[in-house]
Nanobody, 124 residues
Framework: QVQLVESGGGLVQAGGSLRLSCAAS????????MGWFRQAPGKEREWVAA????????YYTDSVKGRFTISRDNAKKTVTLQMNSLHPEDTAVYYC?????????????????WGQGTQVTVSS
């Protein structure tokens, strides 16, 4: 049974930082690409960042480039999203997801497994 469990969300002031983690179990983690998505109230779930199976390739949506960093530890089966210089518009539920194809994708429907999400709230 595959499980992805996010942690690290919370309330932070604008300009602050948070570090999200996603712990995976029940899958061969090192063969999956991993992604982070977010969903704000009343909005579609949007892609934030992705990392290939090896960690050698990372991808970001334009609005977070230079502020967020995705990384992974295949030995620990974890993926992390370091979020700096947070803006109120970054407020959302953040989800990690696993993609069997391994190279990293921005397309929601290409991900096979999803976590339950963690709330990030950025106050102005």
């Amino acid at each position: 049974q595959v499980q992805l469990v996010e942690s690290g969300g919370g309330l932070v002031q604008a300009g602050g930082s948070l570090r999200l983690s996603c712990a995976a179990s029940g899958l061969t983690f090192s063969t999956y690409a991993m992604g982070w998505f977010r969903q704000a109230p009343g909005k579609e779930r949007e892609w934030v960042a992705a990392i290939s199976w090896s960690g050698g390739n990372t991808y970001y949506t334009d609005s977070v480039k230079g502020r967020f960093t995705i990384s992974r530890d295949n030995a620990k089966k974890t993926v992390t999203l370091q979020m700096n210089s947070l803006h109120p518009e970054d407020t959302a539920v953040y989800y990690c997801a696993a993609d069997f194809r391994g190279y990293g994708s921005s397309l929601r429907w290409e991900y096979d497994y999803w976590g339950q999400g963690t709330q990030v709230t950025v106050s102005s």
